[in-house]
Nanobody, 120 residues
Framework: VQLVESGGGWVQAGGSLRLSCAASGSIFSINNMGWYRQAPGKQRELVASVTRSSSTNYADSVKGRFTISRDNDKNTVYLQMNTLKPEDTAVYYC???????????????WGQGTQVTVSS
C-alpha cells in the first residue's frame, strides 16, 4: 500500500492550498483517513480526520479554516486549507487505516509528507 501526497507549497498568509493523498496497491477497504502535520522541533499532531461515512474531526487550531473530505471510489483524501497562517507551516502527512485483503486486519499507513510554508 502506498500513499502519495500532492499539493503542498509556499503561500502568503491568508492564502489557500489544497492537499491530496491517493492510496494505491493492495487495498480491500479503507477505514479512517487523516492529515497530520509536524513543524520543526515539534511533535506530529492530528490536523483532521474523516471516517468512511464522512464524519469529520478537526484540531481546534484549524476549525473553520480547513476542510477534510474523501472520495472512496478513488481512495483519496483531500485537505482544503483556507486563511492560512504562518503557524500552519509544517510537513503535512497523510494517514490511512487500510485492510489489504478480505478478513485481514486494518493497519495504519503513512505518506511521505508534503511541505507547506506560509509566509507572513
Amino acid at each position: 500500500v502506498q500513499l502519495v501526497e500532492s499539493g503542498g507549497g509556499w503561500v502568503q498568509a491568508g492564502g489557500s492550498l489544497r492537499l491530496s493523498c491517493a492510496a494505491s496497491g493492495s487495498i480491500f477497504s479503507i477505514n479512517n483517513m487523516g492529515w497530520y502535520r509536524q513543524a520543526p522541533g515539534k511533535q506530529r499532531e492530528l490536523v483532521a480526520s474523516v471516517t468512511r461515512s464522512s464524519s469529520t474531526n478537526y484540531a481546534d487550531s484549524v476549525k473553520g479554516r480547513f476542510t477534510i473530505s474523501r472520495d472512496n471510489d478513488k481512495n483519496t483524501v483531500y485537505l482544503q486549507m483556507n486563511t492560512l497562517k504562518p503557524e500552519d507551516t509544517a510537513v503535512y502527512y497523510c494517514n490511512a487505516d487500510v485492510a489489504p485483503g478480505f478478513a485481514t486486519p486494518y493497519r495504519g499507513y503513512w505518506g511521505q509528507g508534503t511541505q507547506v510554508t506560509v509566509s507572513s
